[in-house]
């Protein structure tokens, strides 16, 4: 019985025997348990602070996301567009180059052109009626330096030549006189000069003694009978209005003699 007994007191002295060391991790748990709570509550606010700051970080990300994709879209719409204008204004480019080759090849075959136009005009000038042959060989001269000229463009060597043609049309439509000096059998001499269009020339001397045409058959200038000198003379008077216009009759086509 006694035996049996043994273990239960040491049992019970044993739990006496600790009962304070007991109290004491008690304690101890309990200041640790704080001390693990307001650690877990620094940790939790700590963490909510990260959180805050991603999601504002995150929001600043996402409004650039959305501003860098709208860029990029109007960028792709810019380079659409340009692309386009880029397209155009090679096709431009090409037409240009085109119609500037074009320009050249019209450019030298208008310059033969001209040239063959300006020889018929100085062949017609040798052939006809040879009134104002000074004026007349000066202008063709000067127009056939200007259409060698590689400073002057076409349209400027093109308005050049149609003046001398249109001089030369004006001369068919209209009545001058000039004065000038001209070869009659051998004798050279200085007279008024009556052009009338491009179909006769008489001529007068200044004292109104001799008068005559230039003969076209012949190709020379020649008298003509005293008895015409009055209708020219009165001819050259009416063409530089010194008398009223009136009708006459002149020997036009006629070959004359003394």
């Known amino acids: 019985m006694i035996r049996n007994s043994i273990p239960g007191v040491l049992l019970l002295v044993l739990m006496l025997g600790a009962g304070t060391p007991w109290a004491q991790d008690k304690g101890a748990g309990k200041v640790a348990v704080e001390s693990n709570t307001r650690d877990a509550l620094q940790n939790r606010l700590l963490t909510q602070q990260e959180l805050d700051q991603w999601s504002a970080e995150k929001a600043g990300l996402v409004g650039r996301l959305r501003s860098a994709r709208a860029a990029v879209k109007w960028l792709e719409e810019r380079k659409s567009a340009e692309s386009a204008r880029v ?40 052939l006809g009626l040879p009134f104002l042959p000074e004026e007349r060989d000066q202008r063709l001269t000067v127009v056939a330096g200007e259409l060698a000229r590689p400073d002057f463009t076409a349209a400027e060597k093109l308005r050049r030549v149609l003046e001398v043609l249109q001089v030369e049309t004006d001369y068919a439509n209209s009545i001058e006189v000039y004065q000038g000096n001209i070869e009659v059998s051998g004798q050279e001499l200085y007279a008024d000069i009556l052009r009338i269009g491009r179909v006769a020339l008489f001529w007068q001397t200044p004292d109104r003694e001799r008068v005559g045409l230039f003969d076209q058959a012949s190709g020379q200038w020649t008298n003509l ?21 009136e009708l006459i009759d002149l020997p036009i086509g006629r070959i004359g003699g003394d």
Request: hydrophobic letters at 35%.
């Open 87 to 126: 397209e155009s204004l090679e096709g431009r480019l090409h037409e240009l180059a085109r119609r500037l080759s074009e320009a050249d090849r019209l450019e030298s075959s208008m310059q033969d052109t001209l040239l063959v136009i300006l020889k018929r005009v100085e062949k017609s000038r040798n």
């Open 225 to 245: 009978p005293s008895g015409e000198k009055r209708n020219i003379g009165r001819a050259i008077e009416m063409a530089t209005r010194m008398r009223p216009v």
